[in-house]
């Protein structure tokens, strides 16, 4: 904007003053970039243009038009953010500039390229006119966000454990993962009052997800994302309740962290969640169930997987608040809880009940199955024929249903459903953990006692299936019990069918058939109603390394006559326009840089998301040589910010507060001094000292991940920073 040697504004109502603060700084600013943050009561949204297009930067003299960029500007909120250039900042003094508005009939001046050092915000040209290949074989473009965030699929996860693998696998488990595990439950709710199915999982970015079919029109809603996640491990995929109003809630988030909860705005409504009172922390596979009027339980298992009891933690207030988590299972010391409970349907209060395993050592060594229910809201509890148990309940004084304490097999509950007389239904497996060869067992309390009888027989595990009961003499299984990738998890489901109350099974239909990869974790709806949509699962690729991390959701019910895949669509997604995607799918260093910018005392920043990370955080980098090395700050799969010094090998210099990256966020990567900083939504989250920081190369780096970026910049950086106050207004 700078063509113009003086400016004339007798069409902008408004001039303020703008007080640039440099009298810590030691040194003299040249054509230095400024944040001028804008606020009221302070500047007048009401008097400028929509989008601030009518902002005006001059310099002192009040005549020469500064370079600016406005990154944000919202009337409703009464806030705005703008970069300008300023040509000159003495150091240990003050300046002054001026900001005109008021001016609704002009066009933007904000201009990026102008403003910084680089600017991309991906919309124009190709990316390989901007970037270049710093370091490995990464692949980088520019690509649509409707189309890169829009279409909603699954998460791929894989177990980090090597112990015990399966005996030609290269990992325990591993595959499509959007409706994992046995024990995030319920995923699916049948609501009565509007005829649809609410169904949650975890999304390809391991986002908790919801979406719902609707049962009259036959047709699936769009999903919305609520939160992300802090790390690819789909054991904290979303749980799903439906309160006695019609609130949607779902939790998340846990596996050994703290439970999320959030609440939908509306009753039977999946588009807009409010965030309510986070759960205990140390916690596990929230079960939530409505048993009283106005009261909310959740099951879940409490503390570190290797020393977890199984507890109850209640709200009668929506969510908002909880009340004294209790023990409802404690195990011997350094041993856990696994359990599967569910609920009734009728007249408050409702029963629930709950089966369990434990586990004695290593994740594999998991024995025995337990049984126990409660009558008055999870309050007291009760074995299977009346008698009241003391709590916590322990091994010697639970209700053992199948006794399994032999080496080198292990038991995995899978469901836990009702027939209609109430009675409890349980579908298990019976594991070889060394072959991973396993028989699927059928348990059933009746007034004559427990029975057990074998349902059929799989080759792993973690083969997830379903229990479906539709009468007394139709029993429904729906597991993968036929092998599609063998020695992995999944597979083909089958259908299975007793007419005589889970003593005898059928193979009564092949469900899936000639499939390339494995479909897995099978989950019932709750309160199903409808033979359209009865359960639903995952389906990808079960082997690691995969040919393909993509993630259907399919679902199913008697009355089709196939399954049918979910393709479903984001309610509304984050950013338009296009961004720049960096990706390595294999596990090779590989870094991208700006073509032809070498700085020191820099900053880069910009709209940053990660994409599903499998391995090694994705980085945005500075200082990068012709070697490749480079110093880089990202987010560990744990969700720890780490600043990195990147030579031949990688050390950590800084670990810092944890914040999720799986969604769009503003990172600032500064290097000044002998400081190297993370800013991101503008605080500052970890920092190191670097005695002699480099001039370099600015980029971004990945290793078997994505990273997506927008609204790239690059400006000058000094340590201490000037800062830009607003000030009152003076006739323009």
Excluded at 180 to 186: E, I, K, L, Q
């Amino acid at each position: 904007m700078n063509e113009q040697e003086s400016w004339h504004a007798p069409d902008w109502s408004c001039r303020q003053p703008v007080l640039i603060d440099n009298s810590a700084g030691s040194t003299d600013l040249t054509d230095y970039q400024v944040k001028v943050t804008l606020t009221a009561p302070d500047f007048d949204f009401a008097a400028a243009a929509a989008d601030g297009a009518d902002l005006r930067f001059t310099d002192t003299d009040g005549a020469t038009l500064l370079d600016c960029w406005i990154e944000s500007f919202s009337k409703p909120e009464c806030s705005a953010v703008v970069w300008v250039k300023v040509p000159h900042i003495p150091a240990a003094s003050t300046k002054t500039i001026h900001l005109f508005s008021g001016n609704t009939r002009v066009a933007s001046a904000s201009d990026g390229e102008r403003t910084f050092e680089f600017f991309d915000d991906c919309e124009t040209g190709s990316a390989d006119d901007r970037w270049e290949v710093a370091l490995g074989s990464p692949t980088f473009s520019y690509v649509n966000c409707e189309e890169e965030f829009s279409p909603i699929s699954g998460i791929w996860h894989i177990s980090d454990c090597t112990r015990r693998l399966s005996p030609t696998a290269a990992t325990v488990y591993g595959g499509a993962h959007a409706t994992y595990c046995a024990w995030t439950r319920p995923m699916a709710v049948y609501a009565p009052d509007v005829d649809k199915t609410f169904f949650a999982f975890g999304d390809r970015f391991n986002s908790p997800a919801v979406s719902f079919y609707d049962h009259r029109t036959c047709t699936l809603g769009p999903a919305t994302v609520i939160d992300a996640n802090t790390d690819i491990d789909a054991h904290r995929n979303p749980h799903i309740l439906i309160d006695e109003h019609g609130y949607v809630y779902l939790f998340y988030g846990s596996h050994c962290t703290p439970t999320l909860v959030k609440k939908s705005l509306r009753p039977w409504d999946c588009s807009e969640f409010q965030d309510m009172a986070t759960i205990t922390n140390d916690s596990s596979y929230p079960q939530p169930w409505q048993l009283r009027p106005g009261e909310i339980t959740v099951l879940y298992r409490a503390r570190q997987t290797h020393d977890a009891a199984q507890s109850s933690i209640k709200s009668s207030d929506g969510g908002q608040s909880w009340q004294q988590a209790v023990d409802i299972v404690t195990p011997r010391p350094e041993n856990g809880v696994y359990a599967v409970s569910i609920a009734e349907n009728g007249p408050y209060p409702r029963k629930v009940h709950m089966a369990w395993s434990l586990t004695r050592g290593d994740w594999w060594q998991r024995y025995h199955i337990f049984y126990a229910y409660s009558d008055d809201g999870a309050v007291t509890w009760r074995n299977s024929d009346g008698t009241p148990c003391e709590l916590p309940i322990t091994e010697s004084t639970s209700e053992m249903i199948f006794e399994s304490d032999i080496p080198d097999r292990g038991v995995w509950l899978n469901d836990i459903q009702l027939d209609p007389q109430g009675n409890p239904c349980i579908l298990f497996i019976d594991g070889h953990t060394v072959t991973y060869g396993c028989i699927w067992n059928f348990a059933r309390h009746t007034p004559d006692g427990w029975s057990i009888h074998e349902i059929a027989r799989s080759d792993h595990m973690f083969d997830g299936g379903s229990i479906v009961i539709l009468a007394d003499d139709d029993f429904r299984v729906y597991a993968p019990t036929t092998i599609s990738q063998p020695y992995e998890d999944g597979g083909e489901i089958e259908e299975w069918q007793s007419t005589d109350g889970g003593q005898t099974w059928t193979n009564t239909k092949h469900v899936t058939t000639g499939s390339t990869y494995s479909h897995n974790h099978v989950k019932t709806v709750f309160n199903h109603a409808s033979g359209d949509f009865r359960v639903f699962w995952s389906y990808g690729d079960a082997k690691n390394p995969p040919e393909t991390r993509h993630v259907d959701l399919y679902y199913y019910g008697e009355d089709q006559p196939q399954p049918q895949k979910m393709d479903l669509h984001a309610a509304s997604i984050e950013r338009t326009g296009r961004c720049l995607k960096l990706t390595q799918d294999e596990t090779i260093p590989s870094a991208i840089k700006i073509s032809g910018l070498q700085l020191h005392d820099v900053a880069l920043s910009a709209r940053v998301r990660t994409g599903v990370r499998y391995i090694y955080p994705p980085m945005v980098c500075l200082g990068i040589n012709d070697a490749g090395h480079f110093y880089g700050v990202g987010m560990t799969w744990r969700g720890i910010t780490e600043i990195c010094r990147c030579t031949d090998e990688c050390q950590v210099m800084a670990a810092g507060a944890p914040k999720t990256s799986a969604t769009w966020r503003d990172w600032s990567f500064q290097a000044s001094a002998e400081t190297l900083r993370l800013v991101v939504d503008g605080e500052e989250l970890v920092s190191a000292t670097e005695p002699d920081l480099p001039a370099g190369g600015i980029g971004a780096h990945v290793s078997c991940a994505n990273l997506y970026l927008d609204d790239i910049r690059v400006r000058k950086c000094a340590t201490p920073e000037p800062t830009a106050n607003l000030q009152p207004p003076s006739p323009s």
